[in-house]
C-alpha cells in the first residue's frame, strides 16, 4: 500500500526543515544508507503511532529580492496541493501572521486538501503561549503551538496530521494492473515515452524543462496484461523567477514513485548521466520498487563499435546500488525497442513480489556457507542459523543469527548474490534484516 504523502511548507527562515529534521531524526524509517546513493535531505519515510508516512521539506529557497517571495511561495503552494494528501503549513510566532502568510493560507484553503497549521518557535509557552491564537486568523482551523528545536507540542502536531491522512491511500485499480511511474530529470523524455506508447499525444511534449505540470495516470493495455502509466511532472519555469527544477523533480518523482510497482528510470543518451539522476534513482531503490534503467534518445547518438559498452560502464559505475535493474536503449520519438520495455515490466513485477518457500531459501543459504564460509570478529565467527521470506515488495528476508552485529554488509551482499544467482530476481531491491535467535 502507498504510504500516504506530508508536504511542510511555509515561506522562508520559520523553521520548515528545522521541524522537518526533528520529526524525521527521531521517526526516521531508513535505518541503513545505501552505498553509492546520493542522499537529498528534501524527503524521508516517517512513522507515528504505527502510520507510516513519506515527508516532504519544501524549505530551502532563497529569493534574490523580496519582491520575488511571492511567486517562490505561490510555486511551493502548487507542488505542495499537487503531490501531497496533507499540508503542514509552518508559520513563526515571533513575526506573527503575515500578509504573505495569508496569501498562502488562501491558496491552500481553496485546494480542498488538508491543511495542519503549525506556528513554530513556540520556545516558551508562558512566554509565545497566547500569540499563537492570531494566527486563527489565517482560517486554516486550529493553530498548533511547536517548537522544533526543542522539541515542544510535536506529538499533538503529528496526531493532527495522521487523523487528516487518507483511511487507505491504496489507488483503486485492479490487482493484475501494473502501476509503473516514468521517474527522470526534467527533459529526458518522460512524456515522449508515454505518448509513443500511448500512440498519442496525452501529456504536453517539449524542449523546455519541466513543461509538464501534473502527474498524469494512463491506463494502456499490451497483450493482454494492464498496466497504468504515471507521467512524473516537473513544473513550468516562471518568467524572471529562478526556480529551483532538481527540487520539484525529486517531489513529482517522490510521489509518483510511492504510487507505482515498477519504475522505469529514463536517461538522456545526449546528456550522460547527472548527480540528479543518482539522486532519484536512489528514492525508487530505497522505496524497494522495481527499477529498469532506460536509455532514451539512443537513436540520436553518433555511435561506434564502443559507445554501447562505454554507456553500461557508465551506467554500472553511477549507479552501484541498481546493479540488478535491467537495461535497455530505447528512442520514445522512433519507437525503437519501446514495445520490448513491457516484457521487461512484467519480469520486474514478478521479481519484485517472488515469494520463496524456507525450504529452498535454507538450501540456498547452506549451500552459498559451505562455498564462502562466514566471518568471524576478534574470534567470535557469525554463525547464521536460517533464513525465512517475511514480505514482498521488495522480497524481505530474515536471517536469525548469534550476534547481529558480526553480519557485515559485504557477507549480506554476497548471500543477496547468491539469491538472485538461484532464483532470479531481477530488477528488485533485496532485503534483509538481522535477528538475534534466543539460545
Not at 508515454?194 to 524542449?207: K, P
Not at 534503467?293 to 554500472?316: G, P, Q, S, Y
Not at 557485515?408 to 528488485?428: C, D, M, P, W
Request: hydrophobic share 40%; net charge negative; aromatic share 8%.
Amino acid at each position: 500500500m502507498a504510504k500516504p504523502i506530508l508536504a511542510i511548507v511555509g515561506r522562508p527562515n520559520v523553521g520548515k526543515s528545522t521541524l522537518f529534521n526533528r520529526i524525521a531524526g527521531e521517526r526516521i524509517s531508513i535505518v541503513e544508507d545505501t552505498p553509492g546513493v546520493t542522499r537529498d535531505r528534501i524527503y524521508a519515510d516517517s512513522e507515528w503511532t504505527g502510520v507510516q508516512f513519506t515527508m516532504i521539506d519544501t524549505g530551502g529557497l532563497e529569493p534574490e529580492s523580496d519582491d520575488m517571495m511571492l511567486k517562490y511561495m505561490y510555486a511551493q503552494a502548487e507542488i505542495a496541493i499537487a503531490s501531497a494528501d496533507v499540508i503542514l503549513f509552518v508559520c513563526d510566532v515571533r513575526t506573527g501572521a503575515t500578509d504573505m502568510d495569508m496569501t498562502v493560507a488562501n491558496i491552500l484553503r481553496k485546494s480542498g486538501k488538508p491543511v495542519v497549521l503549525a506556528v513554530n518557535k513556540v520556545d516558551n509557552l508562558a512566554s509565545f503561549g497566547m500569540q499563537v491564537y492570531e494566527f486563527y486568523n489565517l482560517g486554516l482551523g486550529e493553530p498548533f503551538g511547536v517548537s522544533g528545536s526543542q522539541p515542544l507540542g510535536i506529538g499533538d502536531l503529528l496526531d493532527e496530521v495522521v487523523k487528516n491522512f487518507p483511511a487507505d491511500k491504496e489507488d483503486n485499480i485492479e490487482e493484475d494492473r501494473i502501476k509503473v511511474a516514468v521517474i527522470g530529470r526534467p527533459n529526458v523524455g518522460k512524456s515522449s515515452l508515454i505518448n509513443r506508447i500511448l500512440g498519442e499525444q496525452r501529456t504536453i511534449v517539449s524542449d523546455v524543462a519541466g513543461t509538464t505540470r501534473d502527474a498524469i495516470d494512463s491506463d494502456y493495455e499490451y497483450e493482454g496484461q494492464k498496466f497504468t502509466f504515471i507521467d512524473t511532472a516537473g513544473i513550468r519555469r516562471r518568467a524572471k523567477v529562478k526556480e529551483s527544477v532538481e527540487k520539484y523533480s525529486i517531489i513529482r518523482a517522490v510521489a509518483a514513485i510511492e504510487r507505482a510497482d515498477v519504475c522505469v528510470m529514463l536517461l538522456n543518451a545526449e546528456e550522460g548521466i547527472s548527480e540528479q539522476d543518482s539522486r532519484i534513482a536512489g528514492i525508487a531503490h530505497e522505496a524497494g520498487k522495481a527499477v529498469i534503467i532506460a536509455v532514451n534518445k539512443w537513436d540520436a547518438l553518433e555511435k561506434d563499435n564502443h559507445t554501447l559498452n562505454n554507456f553500461m560502464k557508465k551506467i554500472d559505475e553511477e549507479f552501484k546500488y541498481l546493479s540488478y535493474a535491467p537495461k535497455i536503449f530505447i528512442s520514445a520519438k522512433t519507437g525503437q525497442r519501446v514495445t520490448k520495455l513491457f516484457e521487461l515490466i512484467r519480469l520486474v513485477n514478478e521479481s519484485n513480489n517472488l515469494r520463496i518457500s524456507t525450504g529452498m531459501l535454507n538450501d540456498v543459504l547452506i549451500e552459498a556457507m559451505a562455498l564462502n564460509q562466514p566471518p568471524a570478529e576478534k574470534g567470535r565467527p557469525l554463525k547464521i542459523y536460517y533464513m525465512t521470506q517475511v514480505s514482498v515488495r521488495p522480497p524481505t528476508f530474515v536471517l536469525f543469527v548469534n550476534e547481529t552485529e558480526l553480519l557485515h554488509f559485504s557477507y549480506k551482499r554476497y548471500i543477496e548474490n547468491q539469491l538472485r544467482e538461484a532464483f532470479g530476481f531481477v530488477g528488485t531491491p533485496i532485503h534483509f534484516i538481522a535477528r538475534k535467535r534466543k539460545e
